[in-house]
Structures are given as structure tokens and as C-alpha cells.
């Protein structure tokens, strides 16, 4: 079984950067995809980056294309989400994902962390 835990979520101002890591343990991380997803106030959560293992294969949501970044050090059993220029609209709880393949889908991820909160004022 997969363990995933988020960290580095805080408070940044509008056209700032960030840098989600999210840690990984358990012995399927290695051959699996991991994803970003969302949940801002009120809304749903929604798909924001995902790769595979080898990081061949990465998908972003068209909202944060060119603006965010999804990389992986598999030796480490770590995955991150670089953020620049963000927006306040960006404002969620940011969970991390660990599934068999990279998709925009939640219901492909079998493994879920617990999130972190990034707010970004204007």
C-alpha cells in the first residue's frame, strides 16, 4: 500500500511561486503515476498535473499549463509541483496521487494524501 503525504502549501502573493512536494512510501511508488489535484472553496475538486513513473508522459489541466510544473525524483520517492506566476483563483487544498497510470481522472488514483492549503492573495 501507498503512502502519500503533501507539504509546502503557505501563503503567497499574486505573480509569487511555490513549491509542492508530496513524499511517497510503499513498494508500488516505483512503477507508478502520480498526479496534483485541487479542491478550492465551494468547488469540486479538479485535475492539475500528472506523470508517469519515468515522467515520459506528463498532463497538465489547461489552467495551469506554462505556469506549473509536475517532476519526480524516484529515488527519493518524492513528487513535486512547482508554481509560478500564481493567481488567486490558484487558492486551494492541494492533494497529491498515486495510481497505476497518469490521468486526469480521480478515480484512476488509488492513493490519496491528506493535502496542503495554498492561498495566494492579490
Not at 488567486?88 to 490521468?103: F, K, L, M, Q, R
Amino acid at each position: 500500500q501507498v503512502q502519500v503525504e503533501e507539504s509546502g502549501g503557505g501563503l503567497v502573493q499574486a505573480g509569487g511561486s511555490l513549491r509542492l512536494s508530496c513524499a511517497a512510501s510503499g513498494g508500488t511508488f516505483i512503477a507508478g503515476a502520480m498526479g496534483w489535484f485541487r479542491q478550492a472553496p465551494g468547488k469540486d475538486r479538479e485535475f492539475v498535473a500528472a506523470c508517469t513513473w519515468s515522467s515520459s508522459y506528463i498532463l497538465y489541466s489547461d489552467s495551469v499549463k506554462d505556469r506549473f510544473a509536475i517532476s519526480r525524483d524516484n529515488a527519493k520517492n518524492m513528487v513535486y509541483l512547482q508554481m509560478n506566476s500564481l493567481k488567486p483563483e490558484d487558492t486551494a487544498i492541494y492533494y497529491c496521487a498515486s495510481g497505476p497510470v497518469a490521468s486526469r481522472t480521480q478515480s484512476r488514483y488509488n492513493y490519496w494524501g491528506q493535502g496542503t492549503q495554498v492561498t495566494v492573495s492579490s
